[in-house]
């Protein structure tokens, strides 16, 4: 990301960008400040397409265009699947070789194949930035940046806490913050207490919960979480995803510290928070490695089964907690 940063500040563009990965608030906070310095604000020479379906050929003939009384017109195209091969990738593709100086397109994608030829594209005349989930060490000094500008001091153990509550999502992470300074109005410190006061746990949380009590046979427990995260709106595909993924990481820690990996290591090698570290590590002493497996393998059943309209999404996530599949 020195890269983007280092044209932002130099006003020094290439002609294309891939913005890409997990993180959404680095790729919406990078695409907005690619934005202002390219354009300045001016929407006259900027144009925005989003989804599958996008016209290729709209795209190079605006491209062609020469931009209105300024240097550059903007193109940001988002979520097209291109990257994926999708329908027009490759006129986009040979267009990228030959795009004028007087035009800056700007890809924003959830995944992309390294392997496809846009990809090589955009890497050969412009830059490609994967906008990955940060590590805990990371998150803890841009949050400690963030309350250190507006004159807070907080902990090393106080801020693992917090990030424990606010998980690892940026977006969610700033709110909290903001939330945190507002609180602690006319103090320097920021206390546990204040965390506790303000920091709400998030769905994370309550799926680490909801594994605890599968793992210790709590069907009623289990499904009295789900019903939760349903009452707060969470959508069951969304719950789903999150269970998968939180197998799939005990997994993983449990396969590293069978060989042997201590806390520290496996934090940084997952890039997690050593304190949700400990707690999974002691959710994966509770299950056998087949037994993980299973569930993992469950997950993908539901999900398939709601994908070919056998079940419901909701009754779907229900059999998984119950492991009635």
């Known amino acids: 990301m020195q890269t983007l940063n280092e044209d932002i500040k130099n006003h020094t563009f290439k002609p294309v960008y891939?913005?890409?990965?997990?993180?959404?608030?680095?790729?919406?906070s990078?695409?907005?400040?690619?934005?202002?310095?390219?354009?300045?604000g001016d929407t006259m020479n900027y144009n925005s397409f989003e989804g599958k379906g996008i016209d290729p050929a709209e795209i190079i003939s605006l491209a062609d265009t020469m931009p209105f009384f300024a240097e550059k017109r903007?193109?940001?195209?988002?979520?097209?699947?291109?990257?994926?091969?999708?329908?027009?990738?490759?006129?986009?593709?040979?267009?990228?070789?030959?795009?004028?100086?007087?035009?800056c397109l700007l890809f924003v994608e959830a995944e992309v194949d390294k392997r496809s030829r846009l990809y090589k594209?955009?890497?050969?005349?412009?830059?490609?930035?994967?906008?990955?989930?940060?590590?805990?060490?990371?998150?803890?000094?841009?949050?400690?940046?963030?309350?250190?500008?507006?004159?807070?001091?907080?902990?090393?153990?106080?801020m693992e806490y917090f990030l424990s509550l606010a998980g690892d999502d940026m977006e969610n992470i700033s709110s909290?913050?903001?939330?945190?300074?507002?609180?602690?109005?006319?103090?320097?410190?920021?206390?546990k207490k204040d965390i506790d006061a303000i920091c709400s746990p998030q769905i994370a949380n309550r799926i680490f919960d909801m594994i605890a009590a599968i793992a210790n046979r709590?069907?009623?427990?289990?499904?009295?979480?789900?019903?939760?995260?349903?009452?707060?709106?969470?959508?069951?595909?969304?719950?789903?995803?999150?269970?998968?993924?939180?197998?799939?990481?005990?997994?993983?820690?449990?396969?590293?510290a069978a060989q042997g990996m201590d806390r520290a290591a496996i934090a940084s090698r997952l890039k997690l928070q050593p304190f949700v570290?400990?707690?999974?590590?002691?959710?994966?002493?509770?299950?056998t490695?087949?037994?993980?497996?299973?569930?993992?393998?469950?997950?993908v059943d539901a999900e398939e089964s709601v994908k070919t309209g056998r079940l419901s999404d909701r009754l779907a996530v229900e059999l998984l907690i119950a492991n009635r599949y």
């Open 277 to 287: 570290v400990g707690k999974v590590m002691a959710q994966a002493r509770a299950f």
């Open 30 to 40: 990078y695409k907005n400040r690619l934005r202002q310095a390219i354009t300045g």
């Open 218 to 256: 709590k069907t009623r427990q289990a499904m009295d979480l789900y019903e939760d995260l349903l009452t707060l709106k969470e959508p069951p595909m969304r719950i789903l995803f999150l269970i998968a993924r939180q197998f799939n990481q005990i997994l993983q820690v449990k396969e590293l």
């Open 121 to 158: 594209a955009v890497k050969k005349r412009g830059y490609a930035a994967e906008m990955e989930r940060q590590s805990a060490a990371q998150l803890a000094r841009w949050a400690a940046g963030i309350l250190s500008r507006a004159g807070r001091r907080i902990t090393a153990g106080n």
């Open 289 to 299: 490695r087949e037994q993980i497996l299973s569930y993992v393998n469950l997950c």
């Open 74 to 103: 903007l193109i940001l195209v988002e979520d097209s699947g291109w990257f994926k091969g999708g329908a027009g990738a490759d006129s986009v593709s040979a267009y990228i070789e030959q795009i004028p100086e007087t035009t």
């Open 18 to 28: 891939l913005l890409w990965g997990e993180e959404v608030f680095l790729k919406r």
């Open 176 to 191: 909290e913050l903001e939330k945190l300074i507002s609180y602690t109005l006319g103090r320097d410190v920021i206390e």
